[in-house]
Structure formats: C-alpha cells, structure tokens
C-alpha cells in the first residue's frame, strides 16, 4: 500500500490527472529507475549525450523536454493514423502501441517535474549506457540557494550531493553508498575548487558520509521558488563532476 500511496503523491505532485494510465506510467517509471527509451528523430542516446551541457542553463533543459515530448507523441500519432488506415500494412504490434502510449505519459510527468525545477535528466555514462539524474533546485533567499542531486556513476557507485549556497560559502554534503576510491575524492575537490573560481566563493566545505541508504533530498518548496541562473550554472558544474 506504502509504494501505492507513492505513486499517487508523485502524480499529484506533478499534477497529473489521477488515471489508470498516468498511474501505470509513473509505477513503471519509479520501479525502472530508467530514463524511458526515445526513439524519435532523436532517441534517448541523443538526448543523453547533449544533456550535461544543457544543465547550467534553464531554458536549454526545458527545450529539451519540449522536444522529448513532441517526439514522443509524434510517434503515437503516426501509430494512431497508420492503425486507422484499414489498407496499412502495421508495423506495430498492439504491446508496442501501449508501450509507446505509456512512453507518452511517462515523459508528461518527467515534464511537468521539470516545471516544478525537479528534473529527471538522462547521461551518457562512461561505458556508453544511458544514466538518468535527479536534480532538485530551489532559491529561498535571494542570494541563497540548494541544489540536490542524485545518480549512480562508476567513480562513486550511488551518491547524493546536496549543496547549499549563500552569496560568498557552500556547503556540500555528501553521501555514498561505498568507501570513496581516490579519483572519486580527487574529483570533489575538483568540484570544490571549480565552484569556488568560477563563482567567488570564499569558503566551499564538503562533508562526506557513507550510507547503504543514499537519500534523494527533496524539495517541497521547490515549485514555488524561481531559482536563479546562478544556481543553474552551479548545478551544471557539479553534475558535469558527477557524470564525468
């Protein structure tokens, strides 16, 4: 019942229409844990490759799921015309017709996350498969701002970071699901250091924990804020350090 209730506090979160569909899609979804497979004029793989550079930037993120979604419907109307044309020859079987309507609503809900500045963002990981992150902003002061993100990647196994920023300090907390290997804890302070050049921090402090259960922070205000370009760039540089 708990993992029922979940779904149903996903899709009203992301106000959805409460239907059987959007339930199975956003079910499906969670359970997955994958980026659903596009494979329009651009498939997932393409999105993946582009998506890190887009993450400093609000706008490019937001276009990209604009494009997701009318590939994805895109598809379901050739499918819907092509079954309704009698002398068609269909390439489509009825369970790959669910699957793309399925397809369909599932990147609704990814979308309208985005809106609300949560965002499932597919990566190209390091041996060529598809990741997705997790990436939460949200602006409670003017100057003042937190970023959450979590992914699984082969330097760090599971991690979450969570960042919280003040116009001259960060804090970065850490957690991981295994010991930190060296190139992992070199590649946070590199990310350290890259946040502190690039936007005149003057202190940047990481706190590094390790859990069997790695968190997703999450923000219940996070809709209602207008986070800053600032806080967008300084998201691009810490996935840019994750996903790499």
Not at 116 to 145: C, F, W
Request: charged share 30%.
């Amino acid at each position: 019942a708990d993992a029922g209730a979940g779904v149903l506090r996903e899709i009203r979160r992301s106000e959805l229409d409460v239907n059987t569909g959007n339930v199975q899609a956003v079910k499906a979804f969670l359970e997955s844990g994958q980026f659903p497979d596009i494979r329009g004029r651009k498939t997932t793989k393409d999105y993946a490759r582009e998506s890190i550079e887009q993450i400093g930037h609000k706008e490019k993120l937001s276009l990209m799921f604009d494009e997701m979604e009318d590939e994805v419907q895109q598809e379901l109307q050739e499918a819907i015309s092509q079954a309704g044309d009698l002398d068609t020859e269909l390439d489509l079987s009825y369970e790959e017709f669910l699957d793309l309507r399925m397809q369909e609503r599932t990147i609704g809900y990814i979308k309208n996350l985005a809106v609300r500045h949560d965002y499932r963002i597919p990566y190209a990981t390091s041996n060529g498969d598809v990741g997705m992150i997790n990436l939460t902003l949200m602006q409670d002061g003017e100057q003042k701002g937190r970023i959450s993100v979590r992914m699984q990647s082969e330097t760090f196994g599971k991690i979450s970071v969570e960042a919280r920023a003040d116009e001259d300090n960060m804090n970065i907390f850490v957690v991981t699901d295994r010991e930190m290997v060296q190139d992992a804890e070199y590649a946070i302070d590199d990310m350290a250091e890259a946040l502190r050049s690039e936007f005149g921090l003057k202190n940047v402090d990481v706190y590094k924990g390790k859990s069997d259960d790695v968190p997703y922070i999450n923000y219940d205000k996070a809709a209602d804020s207008i986070a800053t370009d600032r806080l967008y760039e300084m998201a691009g540089v810490i996935v840019r350090v994750l996903a790499g």
